[in-house]
Nanobody
Framework: QGQLVESGGGSVQPGGSLRLSCTSSTMSISGRCMGWFRQVPGKEREGVAAIDRDGTIRYADSVKGRFTISQDNAKNTLLLQMNSLKPDDTAMYYC???????????????????WGQGTQVTVSS
């Protein structure tokens, strides 16, 4: 069974940066559809970015140009570099994966089978 663990969240001021990590001790992240999602209380989990099985990268419009998703295969780690953070980026961030291609519907959280426990990101002055 897959297990994912996120880390790197914290509190930053607007305009600041954070780098989130997601790793697994039970599965290889390389070659999988891997996604970053975020959720605030009372709202659905929202797709932020994804790396597909063939390396295709997709972003939500709200984070394009500010966030960068990548993989460090040597460390079996999925990364999310977040720059120019805004208060609207405040959320619990999760990484997820599924057993088939992400495709154009990569942002549909219900299609992801495995999730981490999340890491909180708070952007506030």
């Amino acid at each position: 069974q897959g297990q994912l663990v996120e880390s790197g969240g914290g509190s930053v001021q607007p305009g600041g940066s954070l780098r989130l990590s997601c790793t697994s001790s039970t599965m290889s992240i390389s070659g999988r559809c891997m996604g970053w999602f975020r959720q605030v209380p009372g709202k659905e989990r929202e797709g932020v970015a994804a790396i597909d099985r063939d390396g295709t990268i997709r972003y939500a419009d709200s984070v394009k140009g500010r966030f960068t998703i990548s993989q460090d295969n040597a460390k079996n780690t999925l990364l999310l570099q977040m720059n120019s953070l805004k208060p609207d980026d405040t959320a619990m961030y999760y990484c997820g994966t599924r057993d088939f291609f992400c495709g154009g519907m990569w942002y549909v959280y219900a299609d992801y089978y495995y999730w981490g426990q999340g890491t909180q990101v708070t952007v506030s002055s």
